[in-house]
């Protein structure tokens, strides 16, 4: 199995642009989570999503987070516009049920 | 709502020691348990997993973890530390939600491991 998948790996952007990072998650697991980690804050739970429908989005910091699944094969977290204080590892992870799977994640820098 | 207390940000052995890392939580469901290891500058590895049943539970890489209910802990232990154990460690617990599992993690636990 190719684990979960994430793209970029790396991306360094100037303030204001739109960032999008893709997920694509391990086949048949029904549950899929975006996490951001930073030194400050460790391990946030950002959103999840169940069978492609966002269940818990209220770790979203603010309005210009957006993320959508528009199948089970594919999610994507959008900044827009990106800030400094945005820079971050940005991992996605997904699940069959009892166990949690993580990528590798998208380190992104916000100058 | 879960949560996670990992004792001591950094911990430090000899190669060849002991390896003791701290883990204890808070639920108000019967919980599921699990560490992670983080490689710098690489995702989180799933090392073990406490769901149900026997309560010591073995993992990857010779680590093992015990719940233990009334002490609310799930403690990782590995008997001889290695150079390559050297990482970031994560004890997270799941809420066990209707549509899965969500985690909570730790603040992390920093080992190092000494020649």
């Known amino acids: 199995d190719a684990g979960v998948i994430q793209s970029p790996r790396h991306e360094v952007t100037e303030m204001g642009q739109e960032v999008t990072l893709r997920c694509k998650p391990i086949?048949?697991?029904?549950?899929l989570f975006w996490y951001r980690q930073t030194m400050m804050r460790g391990l946030e739970l950002l959103i999840y999503?169940?069978?492609?429908?966002?269940?818990?989005d209220s770790g979203m910091p603010e309005d210009r987070f957006s993320a959508k699944m528009p199948n089970a094969s594919f999610s994507t977290l959008k900044i827009q516009p990106s800030e400094p204080r945005d820079s971050a590892v940005y991992f996605c992870?997904?699940?069959?049920?009892?166990?949690?799977?993580f990528g590798e994640g998208s380190w992104l820098t916000v100058v | 709502a879960q949560s996670v207390t990992q004792l001591g940000s950094h911990v430090s052995v000899s190669e060849g020691a002991l390896v003791l890392l701290r883990c204890n939580y808070s639920?108000?469901?019967?919980?599921?348990l699990f560490w992670y290891v983080q490689y710098p500058n690489q995702g989180l590895q799933l090392l073990l997993k406490?769901?149900?049943?026997?309560?010591l539970v073995k993992g990857i890489n010779g680590f093992e973890a015990e719940f233990k209910k009334s002490e609310t802990s799930f403690h990782l232990t590995k008997p001889s530390a290695h150079m390559s154990d050297a990482a970031e460690y994560f004890c997270?617990?799941?809420?066990?939600?209707?549509?899965?599992?969500?985690?909570?993690f730790g603040a992390g636990t920093i080992l190092r491991v000494k020649s």
């Open positions: 086949s048949g697991h029904n549950s």
């Open positions: 992870a997904s699940s069959p049920s009892n166990a949690i799977y």
């Open positions: 999503f169940n069978n492609n429908v966002p269940i818990d």
């Open positions: 639920s108000s469901v019967p919980p599921y």
């Open positions: 406490y769901t149900t049943g026997a309560t």
């Open positions: 997270a617990v799941s809420d066990r939600g209707e549509y899965g599992n969500k985690l909570v």
